[in-house]
């Protein structure tokens, strides 16, 4: 069975460009999260998902971040611009339901210069 | 709200020697702990978890207690071996009627030496 699959994994931008990441979560999973992990630190949730409606954003800064789900499957993540504060590992989990275990992606890792 | 400590790092042993890896909580309601691992260029996998007070959680040969009165998860394993050199997070949720959010500590980078 094929886990959760992110694109792309290492991203390099300048600074005020766009940038999108993708993920597609493992088959039959209703539930997809992102989160975002700085060096150094454990993940925090950006956003999570039950199949196409968000149901936590609360922490996502929606001034430059959004996200889409639209078929519920597979997910982008979008910054637009980017800041160097950015610059961090943006991760996605899957799991079957909200309760059940979070299966994790490799991660993309983001660099803005 | 709910925070997670985990000892700070990185940790370096040698092969075969015991690990302990220190983490505490303090949740708003009754958590559940897990232990993830990260191995190097992979995503993190859950590695053990309990969910009520004293349970053992257990996984290639690592065991952690969920010990309520201490509010403590602490991570074990009697003889490390170099393929457990990774990066471990201790993580908590608390229920709250299907909106569960993983909430973790900061990562203890384990290096073992041959």
């Known amino acids: 069975e094929a886990g959760v699959v992110q694109s792309p994994r290492y991203k390099i931008i300048e600074k005020k460009q766009p940038v999108a990441f993708w993920c597609n979560p493992i088959s039959g999973h209703n539930t997809l999260y992102w989160y975002l992990q700085n060096l150094g630190q454990g993940p925090e949730l950006l956003i999570r998902?039950?199949?196409?409606?968000?149901?936590?954003d609360s922490q996502l800064p929606k001034d430059r971040f959004s996200a889409e789900r639209l078929k519920g499957v597979d997910s982008t993540l979008k910054i637009q611009p980017a800041e160097l504060g950015d610059s961090a590992v943006y991760l996605c989990?899957?799991?079957?339901?909200?309760?059940?275990?979070?299966?994790f992606g490799p991660g993309t890792r983001l660099t803005v210069l | 709200g709910n925070s997670v400590t985990q000892m700070e790092g990185p940790v370096t042993l040698s092969e075969e020697a015991f690990l302990t890896i220190n983490c505490t909580y303090t949740?708003?309601?009754?958590?559940?702990l897990f232990w993830y691992v990260q191995y190097p260029g992979e995503g993190l996998q859950l590695l053990l978890k309990?969910?009520?007070?004293?349970d053992k959680g257990s996984n290639k040969g690592f065991e952690a207690t969920y010990r309520k009165e201490t509010t403590s998860f602490h991570l074990e394993k009697g003889s490390v071996q170099v393929s457990d050199s990774a990066v471990y997070f201790c993580a908590l949720t608390v229920s709250n009627f299907g909106n569960e959010k993983l909430t973790f500590g900061t990562g203890t980078r384990l290096t073992i030496i041959p």
């Open positions: 309990a969910t009520k007070a004293d």
């Open positions: 989990a899957s799991s079957f339901e909200p309760s059940y275990e979070q299966f």
């Open positions: 998902y039950e199949n196409e409606e968000a149901v936590d």
């Open positions: 949740a708003t309601g009754y958590p559940s």
